[in-house]
């Protein structure tokens, strides 16, 4: 009996820091040099909420708390690597210093009203944001 397969869970996070949008430059491949929001994998028995705050406190050295859900981005096409569904969360800010770590390569500070082309489907998740 062959074990089912099954779409991965991320987490994405949008944190606006004196009127701009945090993102960071993607260190990796897929979308490797390009923006993206701060996000990732949720790791087993971790919350959505957890992993969120987490990925963020990892890329950008921000802790934040959970303002509010913004959607969930599940087409199967959104990530190169295979069927990813994305959980993204609005963030407040609430302490930390703004630096890049884990697979960041760089800090983005991104025009929320005027994005760059971002990786993945983060235009879309910066769209739907944009609307509440």
């Known amino acids: ?6 779409p991965a869970v991320a987490v994405d996070g949008l ?14 491949d897929p979308f490797r040099g390009m923006p993206a929001l701060p996000g990732g994998f949720i ?11 987490r990925e963020v406190r990892e890329e950008t050295g921000l802790e934040t708390d959970v303002d509010r859900l913004v959607g ?5 096409r959104r990530d190169p690597r295979g ?12 302490g930390g ?3 890049a770590g884990s697979d960041a390569a ?18 879309e998740i910066l ?3 944009l609307r509440a």
Request: hydrophobic content about 45%; aromatic content about 6%; overall charge negative.
């Open 15 to 28: 944190v606006v820091v004196d009127g701009k949008l945090v993102a960071v430059r993607r260190g990796n």
């Open 127 to 129: 769209r739907v944001w």
């Open 97 to 99: 210093k703004l630096q």
């Open 83 to 94: 069927h990813t569904i994305s959980i993204a969360y609005a963030l407040n800010a609430v």
């Open 106 to 123: 760089a800090i983005v500070l991104i025009d929320p009203d005027d994005p760059p082309r971002m990786a993945f489907d983060h235009n």
């Open 72 to 76: 969930v981005f599940s087409d199967p």
């Open 1 to 6: 009996m062959t074990e089912p397969r099954h």
């Open 43 to 53: 790791e087993l028995g971790e919350t959505t909420v957890a992993a969120v705050v």
